[in-house]
C-alpha cells in the first residue's frame, strides 16, 4: 500500500486535552437510492429516512444552539437538492457544510472518471448555495488514492474518511497539504442505531445509555492521548428523542471535564495546516 507521506501538523489541541467535533451526516435518502432507484417506490423507507432532514435537522441545530457549540455538516449533493432548507438552515445558524459525495455511492466501487464527476457536481450544488466547502467525508468512508488525490486537486483543505490514527495529521494530496480529520465506526451513531429491513442497511437498536456509555468512555480515554473525538451523527438516527437526549448527555460530560474542547472540522483542519482559527479558503467554482 502507497500510504500518502506525513508532513508536520500545527497545533490544534490548543491546550485541550482533546477535542469533539460534532460531525452530521445528512445522509436522508441518498444511500438508499444509491442502491437503487426502485426504492423510490418504498414510501415507508423514503420517509424512514426523511425524517433525517425533517425533523432530526432541526432539532440538532436546536441542541446545538441551546449549548452553543458548533458543528460540521457533511451533506451529499442530492439531498441538498432534495432538502434545500438544510443548507440554508445550517448555513443561518453559523455551522460548517462539507462535501459527502453527489449521490453516496462509495468511492471504491466507482470508476476514477466517476469519482471526479461526484466531485464535480457537488462543488456545483455547493457554489449554487453560495457554499465553497474546505473538507471531504467520503460515502461510507470507502475512499481510494486517486479520491485523495482529486481532493487536492480542487482544493480542499481537508477529509475525514481514514482511520489510522485518532489524532489529526497533515499530508500531501496531489502535490498540496490536506490535513487528515481522523474518524472511527466506534463513534458512529449507525452501528448503534441503523436498521431497516430493506435495503439492509443495519439490524439492531441499542439503547441510547450503552450508547452514551460507550462515546463517553472513549473520550475520557482520548483526554490521556489528546485525541480528537470525530463523532459521526446521522439525523434519521440520533434525531429520535431518546437519542437526541443521549447525544445531549453526551455533550454534558464533554463540557463537564473542563479541558474538552467542541470545533468545527475545518477550525480542526486549519490549525493542522498551520493557520489561524477562521476556517480556510475553499475551492473555486468550477465551469
Not at 440520533?238 to 474542547?261: C, K, M, N, Y
Request: proline share 8%; aromatic share 10%.
Amino acid at each position: 500500500m502507497d500510504w500518502p507521506e506525513r508532513i508536520p501538523a500545527g497545533d490544534w489541541l490548543r491546550g485541550a486535552s482533546a477535542v469533539v467535533v460534532l460531525s452530521v451526516d445528512v445522509d436522508a435518502e441518498s444511500p438508499v437510492l444509491a442502491r437503487g432507484e426502485r426504492y423510490l417506490n418504498h414510501l415507508t423507507t423514503m420517509s424512514h429516512q426523511a425524517y433525517g432532514p425533517r425533523v432530526g435537522v432541526p432539532r440538532i441545530l436546536d441542541l446545538l444552539d441551546r449549548y452553543r457549540l458548533p458543528a460540521t455538516f457533511f451533506v451529499p449533493g442530492v439531498t441538498a437538492e432534495r432538502w434545500p432548507h438544510v443548507m440554508e438552515n445550517v448555513a443561518e445558524r453559523g455551522h460548517e457544510i462539507a462535501m459527502h459525495g453527489f449521490t453516496h455511492r462509495h468511492p471504491v466501487h466507482l470508476s476514477e472518471g466517476e469519482q471526479r464527476e461526484e466531485i464535480e457536481r457537488s462543488l456545483k450544488c455547493f457554489f449554487r448555495f453560495g457554499v465553497a466547502p474546505t473538507g471531504y467525508r467520503a460515502p461510507n468512508w470507502e475512499m481510494t488514492r486517486h479520491t485523495l488525490d482529486l481532493l487536492g486537486e480542487f482544493g480542499l483543505r481537508y477529509d475525514s474518511s481514514l482511520m489510522d490514527d485518532d489524532r489529526p495529521y497533515a499530508m500531501l494530496s496531489a502535490g498540496r497539504p490536506i490535513a487528515e480529520l481522523p474518524p472511527h465506526w466506534l463513534l458512529d451513531d449507525w452501528e448503534q442505531y441503523a436498521f431497516l429491513p430493506e435495503p439492509d442497511v443495519g439490524q439492531q437498536i441499542e439503547a441510547p445509555s450503552k450508547v452514551v456509555e460507550l462515546w463517553s468512555a472513549e473520550l475520557e480515554a482520548m483526554r490521556s492521548f489528546g485525541s480528537l473525538c470525530m463523532l459521526t451523527l446521522h439525523p434519521f438516527l440520533t434525531g429520535r428523542p431518546s437519542r437526541l437526549r443521549g447525544l445531549e448527555e453526551f455533550i454534558r460530560f464533554a463540557l463537564s471535564r473542563g479541558d474538552v474542547r467542541f470545533a468545527r472540522a475545518d477550525e480542526i483542519a486549519s490549525a493542522v495546516l498551520g493557520g489561524e482559527d477562521a476556517p480556510g479558503t475553499g475551492p473555486a467554482p468550477q465551469s
